[in-house]
């Protein structure tokens, strides 16, 4: 597609419910990020892939938080039993370099509400 | 420890004047530095960016300026316009960790008629 797409736009979780964010980079973009926008703050770096490969998980701020990018494309953000402080926009981008913030393009996000 | 500052949380300017968005840093590994722009309900946009090497870059109406002594950056938007009204975003990279952005809390600008 022309952009990078993000489903779902709006998810609300019970505490303690398991959720699965998406994300569809824009075709051919080596390069996949996610960041974490709590409300009234900037964006956070969660997690970067260069294809399939994860290189650096070190935004993930607990165990809870898992992400995949199992064949260089589509990436799944996983976080397990929700928690109230997980409530926030996660935001992904890709870019077609590799390691290189310049260029990168954000999808809309996916507004998380932990209830 | 924000290591990247937006002291102002808003600014609201004249249709037709400049604009000047602030921005500070306190990590001396970055030097690579980004503007981004966001409207509601959409994600940010790159605007503008500019290396340590340089103290200036300018893409039409939008001038960053670079104070690598001060640690301090600025966006200069002239003239502002309507459309321009958006919450602006500083982020800083150290390229040897390139892939990680470092960004600011933002400041949201009103453009007024």
């Given at each position: 597609?022309?952009?990078?797409?993000?489903?779902?736009?709006?998810?609300?979780?019970k505490?303690?419910?398991?959720?699965?964010?998406?994300?569809?980079?824009?075709?051919?973009?080596?390069?996949?990020?996610?960041?974490?926008?709590?409300?009234?703050?900037?964006?956070?770096?969660l997690?970067?892939?260069?294809?399939?490969?994860?290189?650096?998980?070190?935004?993930?701020?607990?165990?809870?938080?898992?992400?995949?990018?199992?064949?260089?494309?589509?990436?799944?953000?996983?976080?397990?039993?929700?928690?109230?402080?997980?409530?926030?926009?996660?935001?992904?981008?890709?870019?077609?370099?590799?390691?290189?913030?310049?260029?990168?393009?954000?999808?809309?996000?996916?507004?998380?509400?932990?209830? | 420890?924000?290591?990247?500052?937006?002291?102002?949380?808003?600014?609201?300017?004249q249709?037709?004047?400049?604009?000047?968005?602030?921005?500070?840093?306190?990590?001396?590994?970055?030097?690579?530095?980004?503007?981004?722009?966001?409207?509601p309900?959409?994600?940010?946009?790159?605007l503008?960016?500019?290396?340590?090497?340089?103290?200036?870059?300018?893409?039409?109406?939008?001038?960053?300026?670079?104070?690598?002594?001060?640690?301090h950056?600025?966006?200069?938007?002239?003239?502002?316009?309507?459309?321009?009204?958006?919450?602006?975003?500083?982020?800083?990279?150290?390229?040897?960790?390139?892939?990680?952005?470092?960004?600011?809390?933002?400041?949201?600008?009103?453009v007024?008629?």
């Open positions: 597609g022309a952009g990078v797409s993000q489903s779902p736009r709006y998810k609300v979780a505490r303690g419910q398991d959720v699965a964010l998406r994300c569809d980079p824009i075709s051919g973009h080596v390069s996949l990020f996610w960041y974490q926008q709590a409300l009234g703050q900037g964006p956070e770096f997690t970067y892939f260069q294809n399939e490969a994860q290189l650096d998980k070190s935004g993930l701020p607990s165990d809870r938080f898992f992400a995949e990018r199992p064949e260089g494309s589509v990436s799944t953000l996983k976080i397990q039993r929700t928690q109230q402080e997980d409530s926030a926009v996660y935001l992904c981008a890709s870019s077609l370099g590799t390691a290189s913030p310049y260029g990168y393009t954000f999808g809309s996000g996916t507004r998380l509400t932990v209830v | 420890d924000q290591q990247v500052k937006q002291n102002s949380p808003s600014l609201s300017v249709e037709g004047r400049i604009s000047i968005l602030n921005c500070d840093y306190t990590n001396s590994m970055f030097d690579y530095f980004l503007w981004y722009k966001k409207y309900a959409e994600g940010p946009t790159f503008i960016s500019i290396s340590s090497i340089k103290d200036k870059n300018e893409d039409g109406r939008f001038t960053v300026f670079l104070n690598k002594s001060a640690k950056l600025s966006l200069h938007i002239v003239p502002s316009q309507p459309g321009d009204s958006a919450v602006y975003f500083c982020a800083a990279s150290n390229t040897g960790t390139a892939s990680k952005l470092t960004f600011g809390t933002g400041t949201r600008l009103q007024t008629l």
